[in-house]
């Protein structure tokens, strides 16, 4: 049995190896926020969202076919908890005692996986009991083949085969096995026998010397190891299949945790979202080849979390654009506005809602920021080697079609020089079809850049008005050269008077 929760036809690989960026990236967009939110305290669901959404997929099928089990999960949440319950059910129960199946003796890892099956087959029967209760409701391809597997496969007639199976397996009429004697009378080509009626017993004692028994001392140790070698030579084929059929319903259930583990932390997000009335939609994903990135009311969902209250949002149409150049006053929103492109653009390509009314956009090929970092005592070098280093590191990884955020690169020398590397660096990633968002204060780069009058550039601005407030948007303006450090002046220290 397979859940295809994740994809149509394969399994989800919750151990495959993430992006080389996905350090970078878990730092610069603070995702172990979003990380936490979603598991709850649990730490296999956190495992398995920071999985998901680092290694993203480019297939727009699979996103679609994630979304539309997304809204069912969403519509029946605590259909979703429950089912999700019973791989969790499997797990404890096992750590706590069905320790059997791993013995190293035949008797053993049957006596120990016919104990662990049969708590295995009570699950199994909640849920098909799931199933039949609620299949009607859902209306995804993923769910409704899922529920029906179930139930075409968990009939009420292979319960009754596999409990029948499990009684005959308890051998309490003992066990019969057939055997050929070997070279010097050893015995050889064991077959252990179907379970023989009581009926058909009596019908062999009564006839006269068909029959013999052995029988073993009280203190024959050595008869009894004898004996106990001869049962664990016949039950061994059967014993480690029974084994293999645990396991197989076992590897059942842990897929069905992990997969699951996914949705129920996009419920767990979900839910606290709609608590601070922040706005979640199912994102329109385009091809990688297209260049679309468009949307209303899109906000940090981080930042969000972290102040739990709703957060203001952007409206952006870079449709058909490579390049987008931020500048604006300080603390006007730029690297909130940042962060939410990369956040929404991973969301996506997990297959989760976004934190906007509506979110269009191309898919990217990877997702890689480059922002500037606090000074480290521990560098042997200067913050700019260190950022050009950082850059070399992208250089060998990124690909056509991706997408990089830069932050204030290439700030730590003066801006004539900061402004050319940044410039050779961004006109080397646009030739190469890297979609570019940039935030900077260098007035040299970005005017540099409106100048050309390029019409595949957007060039936004962070919102001041005339009395210095800021609004935390973003509009599309020509690049201004300031950045209004006054206004943070005075903020700071005419407060203090």
């Known amino acids: 049995m397979k859940a295809f929760l994740m994809f149509r036809d394969q399994d989800f690989g919750p151990h495959c190896p993430l992006p080389l960026q996905a350090k970078a990236l878990v730092q610069d967009l603070e995702l172990k926020t979003l990380f936490d939110a979603m598991a709850q305290g649990d730490n296999f669901v956190f495992d398995i969202a920071r999985t998901s959404i680092l290694s993203?997929?480019?297939?727009?099928?699979?996103?679609?076919?994630?979304?539309?089990?997304?809204?069912?999960?969403?519509k029946y949440p605590s259909v979703i908890r429950e089912?999700?319950?019973?791989?969790?059910?499997?797990?404890?129960?096992?750590q706590k005692g069905w320790l059997g199946i791993y013995g190293h003796y035949p008797t053993a890892i049957l006596s120990g996986s016919h104990e662990f099956i049969k708590m295995l087959f009570e699950l199994l029967k909640r849920l098909r009991g799931i199933a039949d209760d609620n299949a009607a409701l859902f209306e995804s391809e993923g769910f409704k083949r899922f529920f029906a597997m179930i139930q075409q496969e968990l009939d009420d007639n292979y319960f009754a085969i596999a409990e029948n199976h499990l009684k005959e397996l308890k051998?309490?009429?003992g066990v019969m096995i057939s055997v050929d004697l070997g070279q010097g009378n050893e015995g050889t080509n064991y077959i252990l026998r179907k379970p023989l009626s009581t009926k058909w017993w009596k019908e062999i004692f009564i006839r006269e010397n068909e029959a013999y028994s052995i029988y073993i001392a009280d203190r024959d140790d050595a008869g009894a190891r004898a004996l106990g070698e001869l049962k664990d030579t016949g039950v061994d084929l059967v014993a480690n299949a029974l084994a293999q059929s645990a396991d197989h319903i076992d590897n059942f259930f842990k897929m069905l945790q992990i997969e699951l583990g996914f949705y129920i932390g996009c419920i767990n997000l979900h839910e606290q979202l709609a608590q601070m009335g922040c706005a979640t939609c199912l994102p329109l994903p385009a091809p990688t080849n297209e260049r679309r990135h468009s949307f209303h009311g899109l906000y940090d969902i981080c930042l969000a979390l972290t102040k739990k209250q709703k957060i203001v949002g952007n409206e952006v149409n870079a449709d058909q654009k490579d390049l987008v150049m931020i500048t604006g006053a300080n603390q006007g929103g730029k690297s909130t506005f940042l962060r939410s492109i990369g956040l929404a653009q991973l969301m996506m390509q997990s297959g989760m809602f976004t934190p906007a009314d509506d979110f269009t956009a191309n898919l990217c090929t990877g997702v890689f920021t480059h922002y500037k970092r606090e000074e480290d005592k521990t560098m042997t070098s200067g913050k700019l080697d260190e950022e050009l280093s950082r850059m070399d590191d992208i250089a060998d990884t990124i690909s056509s079609n991706s997408l990089i955020l830069f932050n204030e690169s290439f700030a730590a020398t003066n801006e004539r020089e900061g402004s050319e590397i940044s410039r050779q660096i961004t006109s080397a990633l646009l030739e190469q079809d890297v979609k570019v968002f940039f935030v900077t204060h260098q007035y040299d780069l970005a005017h540099s850049f409106f100048d050309r009058g390029l019409e595949n550039?957007?060039?936004?601005?962070?919102?001041?008005?005339?009395?210095?407030?800021?609004?935390?948007?973003?509009?599309?303006?020509?690049?201004?050269?300031?950045?209004?450090?006054?206004?943070?002046?005075?903020i700071v220290f005419q407060d203090d008077q």
């Open 56 to 74: 993203g997929t480019e297939d727009i099928d699979t996103i679609l076919y994630r979304q539309d089990i997304l809204k069912d999960c969403l």
């Open 83 to 94: 089912i999700y319950q019973l791989p969790i059910e499997a797990k404890t129960n096992k």
């Open 171 to 173: 051998f309490r009429e």
């Open 457 to 490: 550039a957007i060039f936004l601005r962070a919102e001041r008005k005339e009395d210095g407030e800021r609004t935390y948007k973003l509009i599309e303006a020509k690049p201004l050269p300031t950045s209004f450090g006054e206004d943070v002046y005075h």
